[in-house]
């Protein structure tokens, strides 16, 4: 291939564990869609490559900083390693190569060699263990010692028919299943650490996912849930291009708030979401509906309520987070990249009630689900807005309109951080409001005065902006939040920087 010469680095990929189990004709499936999301990874990132499959390894030619930046992140691979490669006629020749390669690395250091024979091994006339002692011993004069249980430098061969591979370092992969092998479902995502690793959880288990969100705090939602799940379709989902279907639910939730009891207000809520689930899925050929509830995390997710909720679901309904506590969630979204996205989308509680129920009866959820006219849920799945993730510009992000980078001459301003980090440093005369509290009264903001709303990275002061010009009032909100203010204070008083906490700062 074009761009790719003696010179250009060669990557080992090992298989994940299960895939080596499977039987011989499914094998070779996984194996096709393994190939074939690794040549859509690193075609990706514009680079020339190639691939090459054999029973049990991948070998991988491509510019080292593209290969490391795609292939750590496709599911079915437990390990790679950058290698270096020789061929061989003799076991001679397989331990003058190691020598001549690691000489230095082991100078002064402790060491191991592991040698493994790949493929086919009735072509490789000496064993594994041959190779240990005599390369070993090659190196044992240059090196501190050899520790066979921690050593300082582990070098590895991997020798196959003709050739043999060298390497010190594996790079963990995700594992799981090549993303495809396992059908398609629908995802309901709200752009929060959950329904993001749920997500995940089940593209790591091959199945290929297309998302709903349901769209219920306005356009600034809207962008956070979509600054979230694309980061996932382009990190993680390589071989397909997922979509997102926006379904804005606004309108049902107001007749929801006017004509149901709030006690139920959460449950009937998530199976309007359902609804609307059905009728996505019948359209994306979806064979199962996925969420991000843990049991008990709140009121909707206890058994009782979610067996409330799974009553309309026409699929399967997986939850891969059902036993997972909040704290193993939060490691998982770090580890996957989507914990800073997720942390700046607040969960919409509109709907909150004082006494929600904790046990819903089906038959009670099911009679105040009854006083709604569900067409409106069809009417809002047949005008939502499909979104190609993978195409799709974070730059057309946002209104515009409502951002600025400086606060206006007479503007009232508002912070809408928690009372803790407003007591840590806020804006001079800004006055601090429950964000949840604007959100359900944004008539608070009199349309006589100029408002100005910051929250951390600003997509909350977006929301509450645009709901208070909705309502006919001035406001407008501090792009990228905080962050834009401490840069206007701090230069004009540098004196203040040393002050502030770095976390504000970075």
């Known amino acids: ?39 859509s990874a690193l075609a990706s990132t514009g680079v020339s490559y190639r691939v090459e499959r054999d029973w049990s390894r991948l070998l991988v030619t491509a510019p080292r900083g593209a290969a490391l930046e795609v292939l750590p992140n496709v599911f079915g691979i437990s390990s790679l390693s950058a290698v270096e490669r020789r061929p061989w006629r003799t076991m001679d020749d397989v331990v003058a190569a190691g020598e001549e390669l690691f000489a230095t690395s082991v100078a002064g250091k402790t060491f191991a060699v592991r040698a493994r024979r790949g493929g086919d091994k009735r072509f490789i006339p000496f064993r594994s263990a041959d190779v240990d002692r005599a390369l070993g011993a090659r190196l044992y004069p240059r090196a501190r010692g050899v520790d066979l249980t921690h050593p300082e430098v582990t070098v590895q061969v991997e020798i196959r028919a003709g050739e043999a591979l060298f390497f010190t370092d594996a790079i963990p992969g995700p594992g799981g299943l090549p993303l495809g092998t396992e059908g398609r479902a629908l995802a309901l995502v709200s752009g929060g650490f959950d329904s993001a690793v749920a997500a995940w959880l089940l593209l790591k288990r091959g199945v290929r996912l297309d998302y709903l969100f349901c769209n219920l705090g306005g356009g600034a939602h809207r962008d956070g849930v979509l600054s979230v799940m694309k980061l996932v379709a382009e990190r993680w989902s390589f071989g397909y291009k997922p979509k997102l279907h926006a379904v804005d639910l606004q309108p049902v939730v107001e007749r929801l708030r006017a004509e149901t009891d709030p006690r139920y207000w959460q449950v009937v809520l998530k199976r309007l979401m359902f609804h609307a689930a059905n009728l996505v899925a019948r359209q994306t050929r979806a064979e199962a509906l996925v969420t991000g509830e843990a049991v008990g995390q709140v009121s909707s997710q206890t058994l009782r309520n979610l067996r409330a909720i799974d009553e309309v679901a026409e699929l399967p309904v997986l939850r891969p987070l059902a036993a997972a506590d909040k704290e193993e969630i939060v490691a998982l979204a770090r580890r996957i990249g989507t914990y800073e996205l997720s942390a700046a989308v607040a969960e919409y509680c509109a709907l909150s009630a004082k006494r929600p129920a904790t046990h819903a009866a089906v038959g009670a959820v099911r009679a105040e689900e009854g006083k709604l006219d569900l067409e409106a849920v069809t009417a809002a799945v047949a005008a939502r807005e499909v979104i190609d993730l993978k195409a799709f510009d974070l730059a057309t992000l946002g209104d515009p309109a409502l951002a600025v980078q400086r606060i206006p001459d007479g503007a009232s301003v508002v912070d809408l951080r928690s009372r803790e980090a407003f007591a840590g440093w806020h804006w001079q005369g800004a006055e601090h409001h429950d964000y949840f509290a604007a959100l359900n009264e944004p008539a608070r903001f009199a349309s006589d005065r100029t408002w100005v709303f910051y929250c ?26 905080v962050r834009t203010l401490l840069r206007e204070v701090t230069a004009e008083d540098p004196a203040l920087k040393a002050l502030l906490s770095p976390a504000l700062l970075d």
């Not at 090992?14 to 080596?20: T, V, Y």
């Not at 869609?33 to 690794?38: A, C, E, Q, V, Y």
């Not at 951390?456 to 939040?481: D, F, I, N, P, Y």
């Open 456 to 481: 951390e990275v600003g997509l909350k002061s977006a929301h509450v902006a645009e709901l208070v010009r909705s309502r006919g009032g001035r406001a407008w909100h501090v792009q990228s939040g």
């Open 1 to 39: 291939m074009p761009g790719l010469d003696a010179d250009t680095p060669l990557f080992l990929l090992r298989l994940a564990g299960e895939i080596a189990v499977k039987g011989r004709g499914t094998r070779i499936q996984f194996l096709r869609r393994l190939k074939g999301n690794l040549e």
